[in-house]
């Protein structure tokens, strides 16, 4: 293997990740984060707590809390940034050239690990600067101590990084996993190790908080003695009342915790490189199953014929149709309803264009199931099912011509708000179609309020897609900001519940009206985002 040709690879793929949007939004995510992670003394919210307590924001705490909310973050988060890197090569013809050249497979996958992995690093950077502009900022502890606040961020952090990193080009690799299918299965399987991850039992050591967890109860004893909630949470958890500060300057760094999370480390290599035994690195000659020369016959028809293929496997694949995506120049010249209605229908084929008879049966069966069960689970449960179905679907929004070579074309279309709302309103139109059973349970139980939920859901989800899409220019961002808001919405959290899911005494517990107004500005922001867009490049 040719090592020389390594940091070349790694540093032109490093740069082009870092340029794109997706990094940018996600890397301000976690600037955000880092302040979540260190609370007003006063506040009613705590990321990291020993039941009624937390430490004095000091260099070893807010090191702590800031680098285990980033892990979570990042490893979830940052997967999303990183995992399309093989791809991208594959889109640009650049793979197609690699195969031409004596850069071995090992050598390649390990490229694209590293600089997945410097990316994600960069942003645990940024995050381990914002600590320290917090520590500053609350100012309980001026004292400044880089090792306690740095360590955590290098130790417990940075190979949860190298393992999202490895898994990122490991998905990248196996067919079912390379599309929309993979970025659903990441989240919960980072999801499973946010949790599982935080035990001490937990293979490797986990997050790695048991040791310092251990360290701080030792320190709270020493302290305050054993009276007192001591219960380890990690996660935004609201409070009621302030927690109360105790002294803790860091945990002591022992052989065998270090070679745990070295292991992790090697384990991150090791999945990074296994895909060299079946990976064809872009050479139909190289793949036994030929489905790579497949692959590339199916890319060359497609381009001819106007086509694209998002590379998800059972889900809903976007395959617009020619001669709709060439007649939208030609009905900005016409004015009237009609025009706009043509024009939505047009659109709503295209974002369910392809979509497999699976999927549409699965929906059905959640329509019917809408309409069968006891009134008490339509909101609580079934709503909430019909509306992570689509999800793939709707992170298309605003993004589809983008991912499929047609921007050029639609560049030509001289009303962008006319498309981009009718784009919209397809979204608009799926989301209202696959949330019906509920809807006429709440309609047929004069649930006035829960509908009133039901419709500001329907407005939010397709608005929340087209802004990401337009400002990242990509699906998969849609797909990592909206599955965690899913999530909590799933778990209770009023504050986020955009759909009525989260009942108090019968009716929906969110802030209704917020989402309405969210809705608007998102729509708005995703119209301003294209203009300027169109303005720039013209």
Same mark, same amino acid.
């Given at each position: 293997m040719n090592l020389r040709a390594l940091p070349g690879l790694t540093a032109g793929d490093f740069k082009d990740r870092v340029r794109r949007p997706v990094y940018l939004v996600v890397l301000l995510a +976690?600037?955000?984060? &880092?302040?979540?992670?260190? #609370?007003?003394?006063d506040g009613q919210w705590v990321i990291l707590a020993l039941g009624e307590y937390r430490g004095t924001y000091n260099s070893a705490y807010v090191g702590v809390a800031t680098a285990l909310a980033g892990a979570l973050w990042l490893t979830l988060?940052?997967?999303?940034?990183?995992?399309?890197?093989?791809? $991208?090569?594959e889109e640009t013809r650049v793979g197609q050239i690699l195969a031409a050249t004596p850069v071995r497979t090992a050598l390649f996958l390990a490229s694209k690990f590293l600089s997945s992995f410097l990316v994600l690093a960069s942003m645990l950077g940024v995050?381990?600067?914002?600590?320290?502009a917090m520590q500053l900022m609350r100012d309980e502890d001026r004292g400044i101590d880089l090792i306690a606040l740095l360590k955590p961020f290098l130790v417990l952090a940075l190979p949860l990084l190298a393992l999202t990193a490895a898994a990122a080009v490991l998905f990248e690799t196996v067919p079912v996993? $390379?599309? &929309?299918?993979g970025n659903v299965i990441w989240f919960f399987v980072a999801l499973v190790v946010g949790i &599982?991850?935080?035990?001490?039992?937990?293979?490797?050591?986990?997050?790695?908080? &048991?040791? +310092?967890i251990d360290s701080m109860d030792a320190a709270l004893t020493e302290e305050l003695g054993k009276g007192g909630d001591r219960t380890f949470s990690l996660g935004l958890t609201q409070i009621a009342e302030p927690l109360t500060p105790f002294r803790w300057d860091g945990f002591e760094l022992a052989g065998g915790f270090l070679a745990s999370r070295l292991l992790i480390v090697v384990i991150a290599v090791a999945l990074a490189l296994l895909p060299a035994f079946w990976f064809g690195r872009f050479d139909p000659s190289r793949d036994r199953r030929g489905a790579a020369a497949k692959a590339g016959a199916e890319d060359e028809a497609a381009a001819l014929s106007g086509a694209g293929d998002t590379g998800q496997t059972a889900v #809903?694949?976007? $395959? #617009?149709? #020619?001669t709709a995506a060439l007649t939208l120049p030609k009905t900005a010249t016409e004015s009237g309803g009609g025009t706009f209605g043509r024009l939505l229908a047009g659109e709503v084929r295209i974002l369910v264009g392809g979509v497999s008879p699976w999927w549409w049966a699965v929906a059905a069966a959640l329509t019917v199931a809408g309409l069968a069960v006891p009134a008490g689970l339509v909101t609580g449960l079934v709503l909430p099912a019909v509306w992570i179905w689509p999800v793939l679907i709707w992170s298309r929004l605003g993004s589809q011509q983008v991912e499929h070579g047609m921007e050029g074309l639609l560049g030509a279309y001289p009303a962008v708000r006319r498309r981009l709302l009718a784009e919209w309103g397809s979204g608009v139109v799926l989301t209202a179609v696959l949330g019906v059973a509920p809807l006429i349970r709440m309609a047929l139980a004069a649930d006035l309020p829960g509908l009133a939920a039901w419709l500001a859901g329907v407005l939010f989800i397709p608005s929340l897609a087209m802004l990401l899409g337009v400002v990242c220019r990509t699906h998969r961002v849609f797909q990592a900001v909206y599955l965690p808001i899913w999530y909590l919405v799933v778990n209770k959290v009023a504050a986020l519940d955009f759909m009525g899911a989260v009942r108090d005494a019968g009716a929906p517990a969110g802030p209704t009206p917020l989402f309405y107004a969210a809705a608007l500005l998102m729509l708005g922001a995703a119209f301003l985002a294209a203009e300027t867009r169109r303005n720039l490049t013209a």
């Open positions: +976690a600037v955000g984060l &880092g302040y979540l992670a260190v #609370p007003p003394a988060g940052g997967f999303y940034v990183v995992r399309k890197g093989i791809a $991208r090569d995050l381990a600067v914002t600590a320290l996993l $390379r599309g &929309g299918v &599982g991850g935080q035990s001490s039992d937990a293979p490797l050591g986990g997050l790695g908080v &048991g040791r +310092a #809903p694949v976007y $395959r #617009p149709a #020619p």
